[in-house]
T-cell receptor, first 116, second 112 residues
Framework: NAGVMQNPRHLVRRRGQEARLRCSPMKGHSHVYWYRQLPEEGLKFMVY????????ESGMPKERFSAEFPKEGPSILRIQQVVRGDSAAYFC??????????????FGEGSRLTVL | GNSVTQMEGPVTLSEEAFLTINCTYT??????LFWYVQYPGEGLQLLLKATKADDKGSNKGFEATYRKETTSFHLEKGSVQVSDSAVYFC???????????FGGGTRVLVKP
């Protein structure tokens, strides 16, 4: 009965490197959401994906950030040329295949990115 | 746009004290409202929800009532325990697709 699995839990990168964060949704869930939590702040929506489609990326920075959710395998959030301001906790959440407007998301434990 | 405002923490309480965390929202129409809880080192978990005006959500001794007239969804618990120490997030959902808008979170620390 695995929940949402994220890895790595902790990631350290130097400025200019790339960060890849992975998320496997709960079994049977085909909707994935990425949120970012900056230190001492709330969660900010980044992107909403279904299998092979980006549904809403209104919260994604226009540059350096990208997300995918391929037909096979986990969803990946990719940050290129990281800067110190990217240091945050990145949470993935999933929901069942046919969302009405329930708002119940199932969250992973987060990936904490530190940029040196 | 949609927004959620909740009281800043940290809130420090003694065991068995009464807890209130204020939450107000701004949204057009009739959003669904939620409280999520984040225990140390873990992801968020849904604590309770209400989908229409005057609904009361409840779970684990926590309650919150959807007040459309004051656009509020305050969280309450009559007698907190040490295990309730966590960060509590108020959130709303307006659009299709379960896209949540969160408040800034309130850290609660319950001391024995």
């Amino acid at each position: 009965n695995a929940g949402v699995m994220q890895n790595p839990r902790h990631l350290v990168r130097r400025r200019g490197q790339e960060a890849r964060l992975r998320c496997s949704p709960m079994k049977g869930h085909s909707h994935v959401y990425w949120y970012r939590q900056l230190p001492e702040e709330g969660l900010k929506f980044m992107v909403y994906l279904q299998k092979e489609n980006i549904i809403d990326e209104s919260g994604m920075p226009k540059e350096r950030f990208s997300a995918e959710f391929p037909k096979e395998g986990p969803s990946i959030l990719r940050i290129q040329q990281v800067v110190r301001g990217d240091s945050a906790a990145y949470f993935c959440a999933s929901s069942p295949s046919a969302p009405p407007n329930t708002g119940e998301l199932f969250f992973g434990e987060g990936s904490r990115l530190t940029v040196l | 746009g949609n927004s959620v405002t909740q009281m800043e923490g940290p809130v420090t309480l003694s065991e068995e004290a009464f807890l209130t965390i204020n939450c107000t929202y701004t949204a057009t129409g009739y959003p669904s409202l939620f409280w999520y809880v984040q225990y140390p080192g873990e992801g968020l978990q849904l604590l309770l929800k209400a989908t229409k005006a005057d609904d009361k959500g409840s779970n684990k001794g926590f309650e919150a009532t959807y007040r459309k007239e004051t656009t509020s969804f305050h969280l309450e618990k009559g007698s907190v325990q040490v295990s309730d120490s966590a960060v509590y997030f108020c959130a709303l959902c307006k659009t299709a697709g379960n896209k949540l808008t969160f408040g800034g979170g309130t850290r609660v620390l319950v001391k024995p």
